[in-house]
Nanobody
């Protein structure tokens, strides 16, 4: 079985921080590119960040301009988990956040988690 499970979402004030987790079972995350995506009601899904596999691009990272400098993606291979550290959160960051696994950040993704809600509001 291949499964991705997100956790760590919740309600946070503007300027606050959250750390999202993407835990894998049935496969090794280090072999895949892992992307974080978000989708707000009435808007298209947006890729916010991606981390490459070690075999493809040495674990290089990418960020959407809207989150650059505020979000950080990282991998803990011992826990088979990828994280998204979100700092200086804005109301515009409110969305359902999902993680996904694929061969390359440049290409499509094959496995998806169910998503976790992030709400930024005062």
């Amino acid at each position: 079985q291949l499964q991705l499970v997100e956790s760590g979402g919740g309600l946070v004030q503007p300027g606050g921080s959250l750390r999202l987790s993407c835990a894998a079972s049935g496969f090794t995350l280090d072999y895949y590119a892992i992307g974080w995506f978000r989708q707000a009601p009435g808007k298209e899904r947006e890729r916010v960040s991606c981390i490459s596999s070690s075999s493809s691009s040495g674990g290089s990272t990418n960020y959407a301009d809207s989150v650059k400098g505020r979000f950080t993606i990282s991998r803990d291979n011992a826990k088979n988990t990828v994280y998204l550290q979100m700092n200086s959160l804005k109301p515009e960051d409110t969305a359902v956040y999902s993680c996904a696994a694929g061969g390359l950040c440049l290409l499509g993704f094959d496995y998806w988690g169910q998503g976790t809600q992030v709400t930024v509001s005062s």
